[in-house]
């Protein structure tokens, strides 16, 4: 009778277990974004809410890749999964989990292409640069990753995640159009304890240990709203120890009990969403060591079912989808710049190219005329082009005399020197990931030159004269100059050969003239441009 009841026990289990366990259905999406959302009621669940283990894998049909991905909490007895698509065609998932509610469910997707050209997908690498997917099979194109930063106001100058409390679209938007104004592809926000409790800081300010939804919610809208409007946000998880805004004084500490549940959650919440990437925190020297941050890093990147770049501003972490942080702080940190930015081009150079396996990013924060910094417009635009001549340095800018998002402040005095880089640069797709420095084709300046010899990037500073020692090209190749100082304006230099000239400027300045078809921009609209005049071309 034992053995009779214990059979009938398995078989109820089973029982229960197959009518919980259910076919989802088919959703439609669209490549990149928005993502798919499902929720599942497991009102029967005791314990922690967060704490509950569940995957959802998602299977291509065609191709076979896989994205495993955790569920979260939500509240009311809601536990849910998101997906995004990187590759067209039909998917398939199943749910994974010891809690029987939330085990062997079962459902299809199927992904279509994304009409809208804003829309990219994950931030990634190739070598030393940053790298986006974009199209319908996550073709890698070269990204310029500059971060710019407003003063929200508060006593510490940071974007918190409390401003996008109320308005949050509105305000993410504004944050937005502010990066492009001003020629940025990316905002930062700051989270610290707010992971855990919307408004708390400082880890004295609260007594959670589990994540904070609303605080998410916030949080990934503003994250759709900047990836709608092409623009990226890079967060940063934490802070200083010397202001509390740390997971020290949380439950376990450091990478303890409260702080792995977060980041459990931070992948199951945020990681199925392109357009972010995080870095630790800043003063890291405080209050973390190369194992704290090797096991931050580690744990993100295990629990993710989609990649995301991570930076420990100031240190190198273990290999991995991880980005070079550098920082002016503390006097063992390993990755140094100096306040105010890098003193000139070779410096940058210097650091993008001592790691050839990443990008790298000056996380300290070149912000304008910031006190005891001596970064002034004509700094930062000479940074910014200095950063991308070197092969894509990515960069963090900002302004902090007002607020020149939600306050009156322009901001910057000529916006339109930053906005001028990103046209030429982003809008005409110049930065390519083949490209790399080669300056002996050029006196007293730079250049990027593409492996196959088809696309040259020439920056000089300073000058009415620009040689261009094009003698390896392959083939004829139109050609347009601009005035870095000025708003975005092409001078037609014409059709050059595979020689050795000398392109005159019509007046002194800092000019780039770009050598090429490239993949966006007027050079690609006509083979047929007129050559140069031989009054602007002096062969050497």
């Known amino acids: 009778m034992i053995k009779i009841a214990k059979f009938s026990s398995i078989l109820l289990l089973f029982a229960l277990h197959q009518v919980n366990a259910a076919s989802l259905g088919n959703k439609t999406g669209k490549m990149w974004a928005p993502y798919l959302e499902w929720s599942i009621s497991n009102p029967s669940n005791s314990g922690n809410e967060y ?12 191709s076979g890749k896989k994205h495993v991905t955790e569920m979260f909490f939500d509240e009311n007895n809601s536990w849910k999964f ?4 990187t590759q067209i065609g039909n998917w398939s998932f199943v749910t994974n989990s010891s809690d029987p509610g939330l085990d062997g469910h079962t459902g299809t997707v199927t992904i279509s292409k994304n009409t809208n050209s804003k829309i990219t997908g994950f931030l990634t690498k190739s070598g030393n640069k940053f790298a986006l997917q974009t199209g319908d099979n996550g073709k890698l194109e070269a990204f310029r990753l500059n971060v710019v930063q407003f003063d929200d106001s508060g006593p510490y100058k940071h ?9 949050t679209i509105n305000k993410a938007k504004a944050y937005a159009k502010y990066a492009k104004d001003n020629g ?88 199925p969403l392109p357009g972010w990437s995080m870095g630790y925190g800043f003063d890291l020297n405080e209050w973390t060591n190369d194992n704290t941050r090797s096991e931050w890093a580690n744990y993100l990147h295990d629990h993710f079912g989609w990649d995301h770049l991570l930076s420990t501003r100031g240190y190198k972490l273990p290999q991995g989808n991880n980005i070079n942080g550098y920082s002016s702080q503390g006097g063992s940190a390993q990755l140094r710049t100096v306040d105010g930015g ?61 607020d020149p998002v939600f306050g009156n402040d322009p901001g910057y005095p000529n916006p339109e020197q930053l906005r001028t880089a990103a046209i030429f640069w982003d ?48 083939g004829s190749q139109p050609a347009i100059a601009i005035d870095t100082k000025k708003a975005y304006s092409e001078i037609n230099v014409g059709t050059l050969n595979s ?14 003239i770009a050598v090429g078809k490239f993949k966006g921009g007027a050079q690609n609209q006509s083979d047929n441009l007129a050559p140069a005049s031989p009054s602007d071309l002096i062969a050497k």
Not at 346 to 351: A, P, Q, R, T, Y
Not at 499 to 511: F, L, R
């Open 499 to 512: 020689s050795n000239s000398s392109w005159q400027a019509p007046y002194k300045s800092d000019w780039a």
């Open 342 to 402: 890098p003193k000139n081009y070779n410096e940058v150079l210097g650091d993008i190219s001592s790691d050839n396996s990443r990008p790298s990013l000056y996380e300290e924060r070149h912000i304008y005329e910031r006190e005891g910094y001596s970064l002034d417009m004509n700094g930062t635009r000479k940074l910014m082009w200095w950063n991308t001549m070197a092969g894509g340095m990515g960069c963090w800018f900002g302004f902090f005399k007002q």
């Open 159 to 167: 974007a918190h995640i409390t401003t996008f409390q109320t308005d």
């Open 427 to 474: 809008d005409n797709q110049r930065f390519m990931l083949n490209m790399s420095p080669s300056n002996n084709l050029t006196t007293n300046g730079y250049v990027l030159k593409s492996s196959d010899n088809k696309n040259y990037v020439f920056y000089n500073e300073n000058t009415s004269s620009v040689q261009l020692n094009l003698s390896g090209m392959a």
């Open 51 to 62: 704490d509950v283990l569940a995957t959802a894998t998602f299977t291509h049909s065609s």
């Open 184 to 271: 940025m592809s990316a905002i930062y926000i700051m989270l610290t304890n707010n992971w855990l409790k919307l408004g708390a800081y400082k880890y004295s300010e609260h007594n959670s240990q589990n994540p904070d939804p609303e605080t998410f919610r916030i949080l990934e809208k503003v994250i759709q709203t900047a990836h709608a409007e092409g623009v990226r946000v890079h967060l940063w998880a934490w802070g200083d120890e010397a202001r509390e805004w740390t997971p020290i004084g949380i439950n376990g500490g450091t990478n303890g009990s409260a702080d792995k549940r977060l980041q459990r959650y931070i992948a199951a919440r945020i990681g």
């Open 82 to 85: 998101r997906f995004t698509g």
